[in-house]
């Protein structure tokens, strides 16, 4: 009991200091939360057992495009139900800052493989189809941009039209509805026919192919067999779950394991300083008091504890309130992101090492004051009062 009285005294003597420390530590593993969780959610494999649709991109990469003649030739592979293809537009809206997904896509076969996820009214289906520069948009594009059906909407797209021009005009013709949480409501669908004609070069070739299966029993199966269908041809193909094709547009901006742990590191590294110097500063105005604890019976395992239980439980408090702070924003974010990272939560694999890396911390800032409190001499100690 006294112990924890004398702990609590200690960290209420100088409430500014031990606050901004708290402060600095738990944004240190509100980071280490979320950015390790960022990093687990793309690590993460997505199985190909069990799922209903299936993402084949080019083999070399995912920019690099597959002909439009693997359409037929996939659906007619036992197992395949339907078999349709999305393509990457690349455009954005007015400035370079205001870009989000455009798929040129077959509008009846697109919306029948997703049934379980968007659906458009009737009318503005057959609206959409009726229009060749018509586009529909989720509920998130209307909002951000305050579009509404009938607008013109002017892009600038990555590829560049006949003759030269990459401005782009379409028409909204429809608002889509989702079914699911995991349905992003931020893209917007154009004709593939259309687009296909009017750009410039690469004509005839799609993005990817997406398949729906019969039996997701069979879907790692009918993966191989889209592989092996093309093998040594121009353009092989690989064909993974929807969910890995998802996450894999992030990736091609790096490796964000490496990137996550470059940036933890230097934060943590920059909080040993910190927290190190504010717990050597806070054992030296002590001094002179633990030579007293030692003169009425405190033995230097005890007062050297007392030190170290000190910066243990600076590093237990921050560090906690930064990982219970991070689930609860990533939480939140789950929903909004669980078209493209599925598995983006903080774990509690995640959670456990967190707590043994606080308690490495506060150790680590903890053990000189510690050492030093150990080996404290109570003459020399009380000549500095």
Do not use: C
Not at 6 to 26: E, H, M, P, Q, Y
Not at 83 to 111: L, M, R
Not at 145 to 159: N, Y
Not at 219 to 228: E, G, K, L, Y
């Amino acid at each position: 009991m006294y112990y924890l009285q004398f702990l609590l005294s200690n960290l209420g003597r100088k409430k500014a200091r031990t606050v901004l420390t708290l402060l600095s530590i738990l944004i240190a593993f509100l980071l280490f939360g979320l950015l390790r969780s960022l990093a687990a959610a793309f690590d993460q494999g997505a199985e190909i057992a069990g799922e209903d649709r299936l993402i084949s991109i080019n083999k070399i990469s995912l920019i690099q495009p597959l002909p439009e003649a693997y359409l037929g030739k996939v659906q007619g592979l036992d197992g395949v139900d339907k078999v349709t293809s999305a393509n990457w537009f690349g455009g954005y809206y007015q400035e370079a800052k205001n870009q989000f997904p455009q798929f040129p896509v077959i509008a009846d076969d697109y919306f029948e493989i997703y049934k379980d996820m968007v659906s458009l009214p009737e009318a503005q289906m057959q609206a959409w189809k009726k229009n060749r520069v018509g586009v529909v948009i989720g509920q998130g594009l209307a909002d951000r941009f305050k579009w509404k059906i009938g607008d013109r909407v002017p892009l600038i797209g990555l590829f560049p039209r006949e003759g030269g021009s990459t401005t782009w005009e379409f028409v909204v013709e429809g608002i889509y509805e989702t079914q699911s949480k995991s349905a992003d409501i931020n893209t917007m669908l154009m004709h593939y026919d259309y687009f296909d004609e009017a750009r410039q070069y690469a004509k005839g070739t799609l993005g990817w192919l997406i398949i729906r299966v019969k039996d997701p029993k069979q879907s790692a199966q009918i993966a191989t067999a889209v592989d092996a269908l093309f093998a040594n041809s121009p353009a092989e193909t690989k064909t993974s779950s929807e969910k890995e094709f998802a996450k894999s547009f992030a990736k091609q901006f790096g490796d964000i394991g490496l990137i996550t742990t470059l940036i933890l590191g230097a934060v943590f590294f920059t909080m040993l300083l910190v927290a190190g110097n504010t717990m050597a500063q806070s054992f030296r105005e002590r001094i002179p008091e633990l030579a007293i604890l030692k003169t009425l019976g405190f033995s230097d395992v005890s007062v050297m504890l007392m030190v170290l239980a000190e910066s243990i439980a600076v590093s237990l408090i921050g560090g906690l309130a930064g990982l219970f702070l991070a689930k609860f924003i990533l939480g939140g974010a789950a929903t909004a992101m669980a078209s493209t990272l599925p598995g983006l939560h903080l774990s509690t694999t995640m959670m456990l090492f967190g707590v043994g890396l606080m308690l490495l911390f506060g150790l680590l800032t903890g053990i000189i004051p510690a050492l030093q409190g150990l080996r404290l001499n109570i003459v020399a100690a009380l000549r500095r009062r």
